[in-house]
């Protein structure tokens, strides 16, 4: 057994409104510079969509994520080093800008300085590659808010495969349209198949905490690792030549302080912690024959904090001791492995993703209600969850390669937690039977239920500090130069870069240590006056 940790995250989608707030805020801190127009790091999606980049869940045309060969072993979807080599200067299997989107702004001057006259003056879209008028034809958000509209639902890889399965599931019309929101950002995969396809060895995986990053120093712009990762999560930069994906906000994590997209969720529904895995499994897991079979086979490579033999060992591994009490009072841990209602994304990829998501039940209750029948009655719901308007189908394809049982499994919890907590509520007696139901005590629910409705900000972000070493060390002012892109000449140091004006990137202010542990005492001070002195 070869103890790891891993900060991971769980996305709990019964509460996701759509607001982008997340998207918005991490484009703000981490991607609002040149070079980086098209890039979002953190974004939403409406489902059945699209998706962004366009269609990037269709393997059998992006080539990313793993498979097994005939061997049984694993590789990459992408092909080996000799395909890669034949390739590396004309790498076709990659999105293109149109994929992603032309991003744009707008010529607001000409509202300013057109002259009088009869007509009102327009802001045309102006192009932010090259400065000239350009039609707005797709975006990021383009199909928003847009689930069920032929136009758009049916281009959804995952409503193709659901309707060769059952095809009388996903129709489009009115009464039988369906949506949710689908927060992404960076998998930061225990088998990251970014990392593997990466010529020049700059993508690694941080053996402290295992988020995944790219050197910028050993970079070289080959861009295999955007088509490796089957998430299509990592970007290239068209100022500086560099692939950039999310960090994870290592620096925010490192003090202690949680993701900006989640620090920002609106809807509180983002829960951050310590996961320990055994990294000795990982290979076997991710190799398992059967595609529905891999949620399971990955539960199988995390360990329990708890138990005596994972403590000594993750000690004998050298990881911190207020690391494994992290695992042990992990959100995280306690949603994947402890009541199971969270499901990985898209396992059949065999990257084994490490952000987690509840599935939406919402819509049932919806349903139910406006039927005449009492949404929130177990009975009713147990026997729904069956009839979703979201067809288990659609889900089980997003979350669990196809195999519907853990997404009713997942549900029915959720179900059974909604009904035990309504009767204690109104103050009658809970059912026994619903719990049963589910195999969980009525103290599991209810414990379930203070984690996912109402827990407080320590409850949700359970994240230990770095050593102050390794944060100094790994402080982006701690370069002679800043940014190793910054040196005189380099491809950091601004002006107009190949793709035209305001291309170039401009020199970026230096992070330190500090001011995270600022941060950190203004965002969780409960005095003012500390506050100030932070």
Known sequence: MRVMAQIAMVMNLDKCIGCHTCSVTCKQAWTNRQGMEYVWFNNVETRPGQGYPRRYEDQEKWRGGWELNKRGALKLKAGGRLHKLA???SNPKLPEIKDYYEPWTYDYKNLTDAPLGDDYPVARPISQLDGKPMKIEWSSNWDDNLAGAPAYGDLDPIVERTRQQASDKVRFEFEQT?????????????????????????????????????DQDHCRGWRMCVTG???????????????????????????????????????RLRYLGVVLYDADKVAAAASVQDEKALYEAQLGVFLDPEDREVQRAAEAAGIPHDWVEAARRSPVHALISKYRVA????????????????????????????????????????????????????????????DAEPVRAS??????????????????????????????????????????????????????????????????????EGCSLDHEGGPGMGGDGPFGQDSGRKHLPLVSVENFHGLRRRQTSDDPADAEEA
């Open 87 to 89: 390739g590396i200067f």
């Open 178 to 214: 369906f949506m949710f929101y689908l927060p992404r950002i960076c998998e930061h995969c225990l088998n990251p198949a970014c990392v593997a396809s990466c010529p020049s060895g700059a993508m690694y995986k941080r053996a402290e905490d295992g988020i995944v990053l790219v």
């Open 229 to 267: 990762c089957p998430y299509k999560k990592v970007y290239f930069n068209h100022s500086t030549g560099k692939a950039e994906k999310c960090t994870m906000c290592y620096p925010r994590v490192e003090v202690g302080l949680p993701t900006v997209c989640s620090e920002t969720c609106v809807g």
């Open 343 to 402: 499901l990985p994304l898209h396992p059949e990829y065999r990257t084994m993703p490490m952000v987690w998501y509840i599935p939406p039940l919402s819509p049932v209750v919806d349903a139910l209600t406006e039927t005449g029948h009492d949404g929130e009655d177990a009975g009713n719901l147990f026997g729904a969850i069956d009839t979703l308007r979201i067809p288990l189908e659609y889900l089980a394809e997003v979350f669990t390669a196809g």
């Open 411 to 480: 549900l029915e919890k959720l179900a059974a937690m909604r009904a035990h907590m309504r009767a204690i509520n109104l103050g009658e007696e809970p059912d026994a039977s619903v719990t049963d139901a589910v195999g969980m005590k009525p103290e599991e629910i209810e414990s379930m239920y203070r984690l996912l409705a109402i827990a407080k900000y320590e409850d949700r972000y359970v994240i230990p500090t770095a050593a102050v070493g390794d944060a100094r060390r790994l402080e982006e002012s701690a370069l002679p």
